[in-house]
């Protein structure tokens, strides 16, 4: 694969199988929606293969972190908790970003989603809501749902399963 399928459910199959560095190497500008700081500080580590340079954003990136990012690369790769995508989302806006328009939203380990919902209900409610406005949006994961407990907000979207 050389892209992520968009506007789906995707199940990579297996975990630590590269879905996030093909995300992060594809073309384009990309926000990787994470659900732990840990997760994003690894991912964060440069790789050889990387094309890009990743930012992670979460509560220990100050704001003028993420300008300076935004303000000196030309094609943006973030990482980003949670709980961190409507302050992100904000700043970028502010930089004059259609985040909407302009960025692939992957919203990786997607099945963190069901399984936290009942204890972090208002940020993950806040996350869906904001991601059903991306152009292009994919909810990634290797840990599949059965169809019966996918989330509400994302019973909708096609499945995209890799062999």
Excluded: W
Excluded at 12 to 30: D, M, P, R, S, V
């Amino acid at each position: 694969m050389t892209e992520i399928p968009v506007n789906c459910l995707f199940n990579k199959g297996k975990t630590g199988c590269g879905g996030t560095e093909l995300a992060i190497n594809q073309k384009g500008h990309t926000i990787i929606a994470v659900p732990f700081v840990n997760l994003a500080k690894n991912k964060e580590i440069t790789n050889e293969r990387r094309q890009y340079e990743v930012l992670a954003v979460h509560g220990e990136v100050g704001n003028d972190d993420i300008i300076d990012y935004a303000n000196s690369h030309e094609t943006l790769k973030i990482l980003v908790v949670y709980d961190s995508l409507p302050r992100l989302i904000n700043i970028l806006s502010e930089l004059g970003y259609n985040v909407y328009r302009d960025f692939f939203l992957l919203v990786d380990e997607y099945h963190i989603l069901f399984n936290h919902y009942s204890f972090r209900h208002k940020p993950i409610k806040r996350l869906l809501g904001l991601a059903k406005n991306f152009d292009r949006v994919t909810y990634m994961s290797a840990t599949p749902i059965e169809r019966e407990f996918i989330l509400e907000e994302l019973k909708d979207l096609p499945t995209v399963i890799v062999n």
